[in-house]
Nanobody, 124 residues
Framework: AAQLEQSGGGSVQAGGSLRLSCVCS????????LAWFREVPGKEREGVVALDSAGKTRYAESVEGRFSIHKDSTKNTMYLQMNFLKHEDTGMYYC??????????????????WGQGTPVTVIS
């Protein structure tokens, strides 16, 4: 299994921005799906955005137009840029990856490797 190490996050006022980073021990240049999920107490972990190995993205409706996923293959690092944050974006954020082809799935069961989680708090 690959190791994923997350950083970033923290507290921010509503309307602000944050960037999360996730360094992957596996090469993320190709043949791999990358995604970000978030979890709040009492709810299922939900997919926020996914990037398939063909470069296509899928966003949860709640974050469309505000969040974006990027990757830097030279650093084996993926990023989640979060803009215009809302209080309801508060949660624990996890990066995930799945080697091979799963498309840009937002189903947590499709992903093999997970980061340790990073808390994000949006103050309204």
């Amino acid at each position: 299994a690959a190791q994923l190490e997350q950083s970033g996050g923290g507290s921010v006022q509503a309307g602000g921005s944050l960037r999360l980073s996730c360094v992957c021990s596996r090469n993320i240049h190709s043949d791999i799906a990358l995604a970000w999920f978030r979890e709040v107490p009492g709810k299922e972990r939900e997919g926020v955005v996914a990037l398939d190995s063909a470069g296509k993205t899928r966003y949860a409706e709640s974050v469309e137009g505000r969040f974006s996923i990027h990757k830097d293959s030279t650093k084996n690092t993926m990023y989640l840029q979060m803009n215009f944050l809302k209080h309801e974006d508060t949660g624990m954020y996890y990066c995930a990856q799945a080697p091979g082809w799963i498309g840009n799935s937002l189903r947590k069961a499709d992903y093999d490797d997970w980061g340790q989680g990073t808390p994000v708090t949006v103050i309204s």
